[in-house]
């Protein structure tokens, strides 16, 4: 059964440490698995190592057993994640691990994928295996933030991305935008979107900017969806955002010539009815989650980014700010319409970075 963390050695430690690094080698890939990592240890010596890469490939513990082949046997498996337990496109880990004969099996957090949620660890403990977790728990669960949102609130991480001037202003009042930010700060939030399994915005953005939203000097084997809240369905056509496929439209509108137009530019169209004049934002996240969205990154201007806000649906605030002055009245990160200082929002602060000459504040809204 789970013991206690003060047990773990420094050894212990390390290897898991070990784990969760190489876990991060799938970030950008393994969407909507979760990044997991593999070290198996037998006297003192890493046998096998292994790390989830794409969804229907093997999992981390089956690469880093194939490595460690018969020395396995009486080994200790470090897992960032609770082995499986049951088949999905691949069978189950812990069988695998079992098979092998590894003797004791570290897990620095459980799966909290209801399919498996302890039955892994379960069953390695009833075979006679030492089992264990919570090693890192907290670097674990950063690292999976999303794939564990969609399995315990039904809805992806929410990370809203803003980049605004010494006083806050995402533009100036005639709406030109760019560029705030510099290079590095720009090269930074194509890692981000590089990770995310969609990117949000809302047609005041495409309207105003006509975004691809894609990710761009960077390498990646997949784009994230592209989502558009749509209301009226008034994306043009020609909207650079469908030079390449992969656009869900979110829309209250009914109107069969501009679902035609955009069909036939490659677009999906998903219809919501409307809550008080907006598209009820909490079901357009429901319907990406279902979609098997784990991290969501919202672009967007200052309404839509107001209104996610609000209705306390932001998880994560990357705020970049640019050592300038756009000065009054220019458009500002969010609207909030807060009556009382009182109502304020106080995201927490756990990282501050310089990138170039910008400043890129990390910000929690919901703790890992
Ligand atoms: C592990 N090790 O490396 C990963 C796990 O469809 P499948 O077979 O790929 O199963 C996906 C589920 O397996 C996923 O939702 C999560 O619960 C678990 N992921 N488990 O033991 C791994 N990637
Ligand atoms: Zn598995």
């Known amino acids: 059964m789970p013991v206690n963390a003060a047990e773990f050695t420094a050894q212990d430690h390390g290897y898991m440490q070990r784990a969760i690094d190489i876990a991060a080698l799938g970030l950008y890939t393994t969407t909507p698995n979760p990044r997991v990592g593999c070290v198996i240890v037998r006297d003192g010596h ?12 093997p999992h981390a513990e089956v690469h880093a057993l194939r490595q460690a082949g018969e020395l396995a046997r009486g080994a200790t498996a470090y897992v960032t994640l609770e082995p499986c337990s049951h088949h999905g496109r691949t069978p189950p880990c812990a069988d695998a691990l079992l098979a092998a004969g590894v003797a004791r099996v570290i897990a620095a957090m459980r799966d909290p ?30 690292q999976n933030a999303g794939f564990i949102s969609r399995m315990v609130r039904q809805r992806p991480w929410l990370r809203l991305k803003t980049a605004c001037s010494l006083d806050g202003r995402t533009a100036l009042a005639n709406g030109e935008s760019k560029w705030i930010t510099g290079a590095a700060a720009r090269a930074d939030v194509q890692r981000w979107r590089a990770r995310s399994c969609a990117m949000l915005t809302g047609i005041g953005t495409v309207l105003a900017d006509d975004p691809q ?25 020609s909207a650079k955002l469908l030079a390449m496929p992969g656009v869900l439209l979110f829309t209250a509108a009914q109107d069969a010539t501009r679902q035609a137009a955009l069909r036939e530019r490659g677009a999906e169209i998903v219809m919501l009815p409307v809550a008080g004049n907006r598209l009820p934002l909490a079901m357009v996240l429901a319907a990406l989650a279902q979609r098997g969205c784990n991290e969501v990154m919202l672009e967007a201007g200052a309404t839509l980014a107001g209104s996610a806000l609000r209705a306390g649906l932001v998880d994560e605030l990357l705020l970049y700010q640019a050592p300038v002055l756009l000065g009054d009245p220019g458009r500002g990160v969010a609207s909030l319409e807060l009556a009382s200082m009182q109502d304020k929002l106080v995201p927490r602060v756990i990282e501050r970075r310089m990138l170039g000459d910008d400043l890129r504040t990390h910000m929690l809204f919901t703790p890992y």
């Open 213 to 237: 939203l894609t990710v761009r000097d960077f390498p990646v084997e997949r784009q994230p969806l592209r989502v558009v809240l749509d209301r009226e369905l008034r994306t043009p056509p």
């Open 113 to 142: 994928n209801p399919l498996v949620a302890g039955r892994g660890l379960a069953r390695l403990a009833a075979a006679g295996v030492a089992v264990a977790s919570g090693l890192l728990q907290a670097q674990a669960l950063a």
């Open 46 to 57: 890493v046998v096998g190592e292994g790390w989830h890469a794409r969804a229907g490939e």
